[in-house]
């Protein structure tokens, strides 16, 4: 893939590139990956410390930090990247939109194929961290801050720490990940936990009444509870 191809890229997945001047001067993800794919081309051939060399020289002046081992598909793009780690070992398909912060890394000190597979048409959220050899399938989104250690379907959407699928079979993500519509899988369950909760007491009371026994008055607590989950839905 050209530089070309990498700045038109840019135009493609960021509303607030201007001109080409200023994503040519002012796109620390751009110049990351044009330093990455010249240290990538070493590395395969071989050559030793450049490589190296230049993906340093890189983190220092861009904040994003990527092993010239790694293998970056065409469509290619971290929007602002301060704080990016990629690893040796991962593979990141075609069409992949990264946010600051995201680490693609490892869980150990094992040789070999020892950070993650990333398929195709995926989006990564903010700090999201996907971490082992693992593989993420097509057309998936991580969410903000999400901790990724096991496999993940294609078109999955994946939120939490650690990750847990909460949808599934989804479309292609478009380039906004639209974190204000995730799911909280951790305020549903306790939402169930809830409803189960109340449905015994209801059952306790009842019994209760049959047998003449008055119980505690529950209900202003019951309300503030009832206003805390209509406050956070």
Do not use: W
């Not at 990455?36 to 030793?48: E, G, S």
């Not at 398909?93 to 048409?121: A, F």
């Amino acid at each position: 893939m050209s530089i070309i191809d990498d700045i038109k890229v840019v135009f493609e997945r960021d509303p607030a590139a201007k001109s080409l001047v200023e994503v040519i001067f002012m796109y620390p993800g751009l110049h990351a990956l044009i330093n990455h794919r010249i240290a990538h081309a070493l590395y395969k051939m071989k050559v030793p410390f450049i490589p190296r060399m230049i993906s340093a020289f890189s983190r220092f002046f861009t904040g994003i930090e990527i092993h010239p081992g790694a293998r970056l598909g065409k469509g290619f793009f971290i929007d602002h990247g301060m704080g990016v780690v990629i690893g040796e070992t991962a593979i990141v398909g075609d069409n992949v939109l990264i946010y600051q912060g995201v680490t693609l890394g490892g869980t150990g000190k094992d040789k070999g194929k020892r950070h993650p597979t990333l398929g195709s048409d995926i989006v990564v959220g903010t700090g999201a961290k996907i971490l082992g050899n693992i593989t993420i399938g097509n057309s998936c989104k991580i969410g903000a801050g999400s901790v990724v250690i096991h496999n993940v379907p294609d078109g999955s959407t994946v939120v939490g720490v650690p990750g847990v699928v909460v949808r599934t079979g989804g479309q292609k993500p478009e380039s906004d990940l639209m974190h204000g519509d995730l799911p909280d899988p951790i305020k549903n369950v306790i939402e169930k936990l809830y409803d189960e909760i109340r449905a015994i007491e209801k059952k306790c009371d009842t019994c209760m009444q049959k047998q003449g026994i008055s119980g505690d008055n529950k209900e202003c607590g019951d309300r503030e509870i009832d206003e805390f989950f209509q406050e956070n839905k």
